[in-house]
């Protein structure tokens, strides 16, 4: 009983005789990380942390500045900078504290918190992605001349919300269970439990939020780089070359998420429905790292695509204010 009311046990859960075996496979998992691994986990979490949240947040702020920024298209590339930000400000802010301290320091409600929130604003990312794809798609093989319309990103942006949550809420109403991973600071589903609830969960997650998602953007830009192969000859119009710059940056930013999030999903598989211990929990961090580095990488796709459009309103606004100075 005493092992059981240690004080310092108390750090690391809010309920101890609940999550001692939680603690037990978090300690596990600890050892097997060296002092000077810890250190560049803390500095790369770090890294992430801080250009995530400043990449997405001057992605808002030129969103908000100029409007001829605010098209349907960019509606869905907002919202994945609001979701990468959020992640950044409440997700990886607590592995890079737990990374410091070299164990995680919120105990099993706190490890339920960051998972929900983590796998939430992944997928909210991903259908934003997967609904851009198809936007392109029939954008460009669909004649449409009708002007802007803000209708349908609105609602699609509240469907990947809507959609996200139906996913990741039900690990905390007992649907499987979100745990510790990697190297004992951060949590996410828990691909490990050997029970036939938790593996039907994840067998659905990886169908309907990763599987099917990625068949309808391959579907979608298959068809796509087929069209444009057959009219490539054909002489293109400003407004056709326009489609085109914007459906090469949806594909850089679809094409970097999925090279950042396939390998987690690979050894998230491995660790699912591999044999026990397949996966190192140093094999395991480097999957992890990628996957929160898509929060980095995103937004420098979306700036770098439209520093020109950002640049001449700059010149412009600056242009106009010498004008009124001189009247």
């Not at 085109?244 to 491995?270: D, E, H, K, N």
């Not at 660790?271 to 211990?277: I, K, L, Q, S, V």
């Not at 990488?297 to 001189?326: A, S, T, W």
């Amino acid at each position: 009983m005493q092992d059981v009311f240690r004080p310092a046990d108390l750090n690391d859960s809010f309920n101890v005789s609940d999550d001692r075996e939680w603690r037990d496979d978090m300690q596990m998992d600890r050892g097997s990380i060296s002092p000077a691994g810890f250190i560049v986990l803390s500095v790369v979490l770090g890294l992430i942390m801080t250009f995530g949240f400043l990449n997405n947040f001057i992605v808002l702020l030129l969103f908000c500045k100029f409007k001829t920024l605010r098209t349907p298209v960019n509606m869905l590339l907002l919202n994945i900078s609001v979701s990468d930000m959020l992640v950044c400000m409440f997700g990886t802010t607590l592995s890079f504290a737990s990374s410091i301290r070299k164990k995680w320091l919120l105990g099993a409600m706190g490890c339920s918190w960051y998972g929900f929130i983590n796998s939430c604003f992944g997928i909210v990312s991903l259908i934003s992605l997967v609904i851009l794809s198809y936007d392109r798609y029939s954008t460009l093989t669909v004649c449409n001349k009708r002007g802007p319309d803000y209708r349908k990103p609105l609602l699609a942006v509240g469907g990947s919300w809507l959609y996200s949550l139906l996913w990741t809420v039900p690990p905390l109403l007992g649907w499987s269970s979100y745990g510790i991973e990697g190297a004992g600071t951060s949590c996410s589903v828990s691909w490990t439990a050997q029970s036939a609830q938790s593996h039907a969960y994840i067998i659905c997650l990886f169908i309907f939020c990763l599987g099917l998602p990625v068949m309808l953007m391959v579907y979608c830009y298959s068809r796509l780089l087929w069209t444009v192969k057959q009219v490539g000859r054909i002489r293109k119009t400003a407004a056709r070359r326009r489609e085109y710059r914007i459906l090469f940056m949806v594909m850089s930013t679809v094409a970097c998420y999925l090279l950042c999030w396939m390998p987690y999903g690979v050894v998230a598989m491995m660790a699912t429905f591999g044999p026990p211990h397949t996966i190192s929990p140093v094999a395991s961090v480097v999957p992890s790292l990628l996957a929160k580095s898509s929060a980095v990488i995103n937004p420098l796709i979306y700036i770098l695509m439209n520093k020109q459009k950002v640049f001449i309103r700059v010149y412009q606004e600056i242009d106009g204010d010498k004008d009124d100075d001189k009247e």
